[in-house]
């Protein structure tokens, strides 16, 4: 990195570390406090060097002559680690604004920090409690590559990523998944293995390249078909080695209705007909609701006038249709 775009701090966090930046911060702030805040103030000031540097600000007292960016930081971090007792961990969420702010700017310059060493834990533990801010309080998707890319990073340093992905996929993003559908085919088994096992597939590094290329495939032309469709069922690694994360609602397709991923309900409400076409559809068998569900998806896509018409039909006569293939609509 151009050391040009690294404040002071930053660079002495590059070149000497959390211990050397620390010390010659602690005598700075001893001699010259409003120098050491000019420092803090910096705007090209990174998360992980202020990070660093939460013991001496709190032993300095001097959380309150922070900028507001970084005020909200050190109180996201106090809030998380549930420590300095004398950071007021409530104050820098009084103001939405300086707090998404602060949050995006802790994600964007703190993402690509590898904290190896003491303080490891704490920093991954407040990255991911910062992302999951930006993405379940905030609902910021646009997070969600950057946390793809963080979850490999992590994960080929043979860190924890279990919050991370619980983060992951509380939402849905077509170009995350695919991010991350795309390390199937990474020269890395490590990204491979892990890959297959987010998106519950068979454990790439059994395949050869063609089957890992068809696999990748497979998967993104499932996701182009179902991707209206999916919600997130809430499970995680926690409760299993195996999260199914994502699960398509089979009642939304049938009816081609557009889901809120995170709350598993329609963009739109459903109308009388609809909500007809549903009732019948509960009482067949699950053969013949997935019948029902993969030929309604087919004709739509091929044919949105006949989708329609067979629409309208009983559901005992979309069965019958459906069974019958194209001709008999």
């Known amino acids: 990195m151009n050391d040009n775009r690294l404040s002071a701090l930053d660079r ?9 930046l620390k010390s010659g911060f602690r005598s700075l702030a001893s001699t010259d406090r409003k120098q050491a805040l000019r420092l803090l103030d910096d705007e090209k000031l990174r998360f992980p060097a202020l990070f660093a540097l ?30 300095y007792d004398r950071f007021d961990a409530s104050a820098g969420f009084r103001d939405n604004d300086t707090l998404y702010r602060a949050l995006r700017w802790m994600l964007d310059t703190g993402k690509e920090w590898d904290a190896s060493g003491r303080g490891q834990d704490d920093y991954e533990a407040v990255i991911d409690y910062v992302s999951a801010l930006l993405v379940i309080d905030f609902e910021d998707t646009a997070v969600l590559p950057d946390i793809a890319r963080l979850i490999f990073a992590r994960h080929r340093r043979g860190h924890l990523v279990h919050d991370l992905t619980w983060c992951f996929f509380q939402t ?119 019948l029902l569900t993969d030929y309604s998806h087919r004709l739509r896509c ?28």
């Open 172 to 290: 849905l993003d077509k170009d995350a998944l695919a991010l991350v559908a795309g390390q199937l085919l990474s020269s890395d088994n490590r990204d491979a293995a892990l890959a297959g096992k987010l998106l519950c597939l068979e454990s790439p590094p059994a395949l050869n390249k063609a089957d890992t290329q068809e696999l990748h495939h497979q998967y993104v032309q499932w996701l182009e078909d179902n991707r209206p469709y999916l919600y997130v069922t809430g499970e995680y690694f926690q409760q299993t080695s195996r999260p199914k994360h994502l699960s398509v609602d089979m009642e939304a397709k049938y009816l081609g209705k557009e889901l809120s991923p995170r709350y598993r309900a329609p963009l739109t409400p459903l109308n009388e007909h609809e909500i007809a076409c549903l009732h019948e559809y509960r009482g067949f068998s699950p053969e013949e609701q997935e």
């Open 54 to 83: 939460l013991p001496e600000l709190h032993a300095h007292q001097m959380t309150n002559e922070l900028s507001p960016r970084n005020h909200a930081a050190v109180c996201v971090c106090a809030k998380k680690l549930k420590r």
């Open 12 to 20: 002495a966090l590059q070149t000497g570390g959390a211990d050397r």
């Open 302 to 329: 091929t044919d949105a006038q006949s989708w329609q018409a067979w629409m309208q039909k009983q559901v005992a006569e979309q069965v019958m249709a459906a069974k019958g293939g194209y001709e008999a609509v």
